[in-house]
């Protein structure tokens, strides 16, 4: 006991550590004469720092949100260290010098709030490190902050994208349960882990991007991460490389309906509407049933995708419990939501093809998306001044908007109003659940030529078309196209129609007032209004309407 003290006494923390944490330390060395605190920035990790010892000194102002903080007292090296600092109390918000200790790894990093920040639950990393109270704020500092940045040539840098955001063109909610099971075994589950690995960083994770976590399937399921944990690709590849084998048998039934319940809630950080997938990864067969699971994954919203390796020979099918446990697991039964690899060899060329399944949102079929929770209907401008030949790119334009939603009897619905002076309803929400029907009907809409009220059309439309569907569970949409100044007022109509929960998408072509534009769009109006001067131009803008729909949907399920 005495000597623990001494040990205390010599490292200045006798009041911060308990006697089993003051063990786990380096013996204390003398600091060097003169020697000063490294300055580091708010987001320096553990991992950053290459020493057993360091003094380094926190910057004042971090916000608690930027920092990530894995465990309590003791803390794996992917934390940030001043976020440590603060949630141990050792430094406030304000900064100031700490002193890092590094101790080796373990499991079960606790999940602790303390001094407004939550630290998360981890369940192993390789290496720890713990903080105490460092040199007085008041000597000198020298030196640079620490940072993978690239110092100053001198040059003007070129603008880079940010890849904190990640990639915004799939953003989804991602859980890989991986094979840990005695079928794999210990090589390829490595070989696994690297696969994974590579698909992360294709995917542009980031905090505006896919968010992904990890499920060991094996004996019995565990998550080694979740959503929330992670929100950079390089974060999510060390993670995957401290992922430990369990063994055991391949209960991938049971890991899947634990996943689909357990994986995806607000408080692990599930995004509202955002698509919700799993990525189940099979070597060989499952030991258990997976048919129930199947089914609670479509129940819950999962788009359960396969990755099926060292698929059964004919020879071996005998073995396997229920030879179409791949049918029976998939949120349907197509060749999407499968994906076959012969071996763990040589696999980089299979992980774009995967990437592609993975950010193909339009296709998520089991989960309530943009592409299948939606009503929209389009009012299409049948005026004198557009023309037969326009009118047809019209038509060619809202065709080819339905064609990336999912139509059916409980998803998107579409509808179609023609105006002039007078509207004419080609065909409404309930008429048509198959989406090559619609198609068909709008490539054989009649021109009808006339004058131009589009207030009186917008009107029309909320009354007619959306009126019958104002209890649908489904987000209400009206994307108009006119090519000219309407006769009456569009001012009045159209903030009537948003008022009633309709988000309004204008589109000018040629001779449209821009005014009118902005008055007919819903708010910001610089998103929901679009221009063209040409009527070929009209299918240069679909990407533009598609990703409006869906960014209003995400907004409106927050």
Not at 20 to 31: D, E, F, I, T
Not at 299 to 309: I, K, L, T, Y
């Amino acid at each position: 006991m005495a000597a623990a003290r001494i040990a205390a006494l010599r490292l200045g923390v006798c009041l911060l550590l308990p006697l089993p944490l003051l063990l786990l330390l380096p013996p204390a060395s003398a600091s060097s004469p003169g020697a000063v605190p490294i300055a580091i920035t708010c987001l320096t990790r553990g991992l950053d720092i290459r020493k057993e010892k360091a003094d380094v000194l926190c910057p004042g102002g971090c916000s608690l949100e930027e920092f990530s903080v894995f465990g309590n007292v003791v803390y794996a090296s992917v934390s940030s260290i001043c976020g440590a600092a603060v949630h141990k109390g050792v430094i406030s918000t304000s900064g100031g010098p700490v002193r890092i200790y590094s101790l080796p790894g373990r499991e079960n990093y606790s999940s602790v709030e303390a001094n407004g920040i939550q630290s998360q639950m981890l369940s192993r990393w390789s290496s720890s490190f713990t903080v105490t109270e460092g040199k007085s704020a008041a000597q000198e500092v020298t030196g640079q902050a620490v940072s993978t940045a690239r110092p100053s040539t001198g040059k003007r840098q070129k603008k880079t994208p940010d890849k904190k955001a990640g990639n915004k063109d799939c953003k989804a909610d991602i859980a890989f349960m991986i094979d840990g099971s005695f079928n794999i075994g210990q090589r390829r589950f490595n070989l696994q882990k690297n696969f994974i690995g590579k698909v992360a960083l294709m995917l542009g994770i980031g905090t505006e991007g896919p968010h992904v976590g990890i499920v060991q399937a094996s004996e019995h399921p565990k998550i080694e991460f979740y959503l929330k944990n992670f929100t950079s690709a390089k974060d999510v590849v060390l993670a995957i490389k401290e992922v430990g084998f369990r063994g055991g048998n391949s209960n991938t039934g049971k890991a899947l309906k634990y996943t689909a319940e357990k994986f995806f809630t607000p408080e692990t950080g599930m995004r509202k509407g955002l698509p919700k997938v799993v990525v189940v990864f099979i070597d060989g067969w499952p030991s258990d049933d997976v048919e129930e699971a199947g089914i609670v994954a479509r129940e819950f919203g999962v788009n359960v995708f396969v990755v099926s390796v060292n698929k059964p020979i004919p020879e071996e099918l005998g073995m396997v419990k229920d030879v179409a446990f791949i049918d029976k697991m998939v949120c349907r039964n197509t060749d999407f939501f499968t994906y076959n690899m012969p071996n763990w060899f040589s696999t980089t060329k299979y992980v774009k093809p995967l990437v592609q399944k993975l950010c193909t949102h339009e296709q998520m079929l089991c989960s309530k998306t943009c592409y299948n929770s939606v009503n929209i209907a389009f009012l299409i401008d049948g005026s004198s001044s557009v023309g037969e030949s326009n009118f047809q790119l019209e038509l060619q334009f809202a065709a080819n908007i339905v064609k990336m939603f999912e139509v059916s009897d409980i998803g998107t619905k579409i509808a179609a109003v023609q105006f002039t002076y007078d509207q004419r309803i080609e065909f409404n929400f309930n008429d048509y659940n198959v989406k090559e029907n619609i198609l068909e009907v709008i490539s054989n809409i009649r021109y009808m030529s006339g004058g131009t009220a589009t207030g009186e059309a917008i009107a029309f439309t909320m009354r007619s078309v959306f009126g019958p569907v104002r209890d649908s569970p489904n987000k209400n949409f009206l994307v108009v196209i006119t090519d000219g100044q309407s006769y009456d007022d569009v001012l009045g109509p159209a903030a009537a129609a948003q008022d009633a929960g309709i988000t309004i998408f204008s589109v000018g072509v040629a001779w449209a007032p821009l005014d009118d534009l902005k008055d007919m769009a819903s708010k910001p109006k610089e998103e929901h209004s679009f221009f063209t001067k040409e009527f070929t131009g009209l299918e240069a803008l679909i990407p533009d309407v598609i990703r409006g729909i869906c960014g209003d949907f995400v907004a409106s399920q927050q």
